[in-house]
């Protein structure tokens, strides 16, 4: 990791620095509920956004149609062209 400065001080790195969203995302066959990380100032929507072919998801659950858990993986790459929607958890509980 590189770390410089600028005349006043302000630190630059090469880490990016993003904030889990637990979140909920239907594919085209499962639905998952896992943690989204976007960055700081950004919104879900943002990161759907980036032309990348995958989306990180970590702490993933892949549930049945009757919400149990059938695998359970650290981290999953879901291909964006296979999500059918995508809400914060947040949201999702308050329905």
């Known amino acids: 990791m590189t770390i410089e400065y600028d005349e006043k001080g302000k ?10 969203v637990p979140s ?4 085209t066959s499962h639905m998952l ?3 989204v990380h976007v960055l700081h100032d950004q919104r879900l929507k943002d990161e759907l956004d ?3 072919p995958f989306l990180a998801v970590t ?3 892949i549930l049945d149609a009757d919400g149990q858990i059938l695998f359970h993986a650290p981290f999953l790459a879901v291909r964006r062209s ?9 949201e999702a509980e308050e329905k």
């Open 11 to 20: 630190i630059y790195t090469n880490v990016v620095t993003k904030v889990p």
């Open 24 to 27: 909920v995302i239907q594919t």
């Open 33 to 35: 509920r896992g943690q």
């Open 50 to 52: 980036l032309d990348e």
């Open 59 to 61: 702490d993933a659950n």
């Open 82 to 90: 296979q999500i059918v929607w995508i809400m914060p958890v947040e």
